[in-house]
């Protein structure tokens, strides 16, 4: 069994998608409107971005992209830091990782 999709709320679609297209390199498949947009990646994994007004996630709740090695997380960070972003830097914990806040309101973990 192989998970399918996630359906995420965010508070900005198109923000929230092109951060995912210029970071982690998902394919934008469909948009409606600025309330819906279906993005995917060459594993086949389909990420749904659906518009609310409200996004309130556990503090706790994230999704992951694995990278294919340490020097591929740390590249992503720095991108991240030459954009302006607030991201702390990658750090030995469970895995060579970091965590930033996405915008539309969810986080997400850049690991290997």
Same mark, same amino acid.
């Given at each position: 069994?192989? @998970?399918?999709?996630?359906?995420?709320?965010?508070?900005?679609?198109?923000?929230?998608?092109?951060? /995912?297209? $210029?970071?982690?390199?998902?394919?934008?498949?469909?948009?409606?409107? *600025?309330?819906?947009? @279906?993005?995917?990646?060459? *594993?086949? @994994? /389909? /990420?749904? @971005?659906?518009?609310?007004? $409200?996004?309130?996630?556990?503090?706790?709740?994230?999704?992951?992209?694995?990278?294919?090695?340490?020097?591929?997380?740390?590249?992503?960070?720095?991108?991240?830091?030459?954009?302006?972003?607030?991201?702390?830097?990658?750090?030995?914990?469970?895995?060579?990782?970091?965590?930033?806040?996405?915008?539309?309101?969810?986080?997400?973990?850049?690991?290997?």
């Amino acid at each position: 069994m192989k @998970l399918n999709h996630i359906n995420l709320t965010v508070t900005d679609v198109d923000v929230a998608r092109a951060f /995912l297209e $210029k970071y982690f390199y998902l394919q934008t498949r469909s948009t409606y409107k *600025d309330s819906f947009a @279906l993005l995917v990646d060459d *594993d086949g @994994l /389909l /990420l749904a @971005l659906m518009k609310g007004s $409200k996004v309130n996630y556990p503090n706790s709740f994230h999704i992951g992209f694995e990278q294919v090695n340490e020097e591929q997380v740390n590249e992503i960070n720095q991108r991240m830091k030459d954009d302006g972003i607030d991201v702390k830097p990658p750090k030995r914990a469970h895995r060579w990782t970091f965590y930033v806040k996405a915008p539309g309101g969810f986080t997400i973990e850049v690991f290997r």
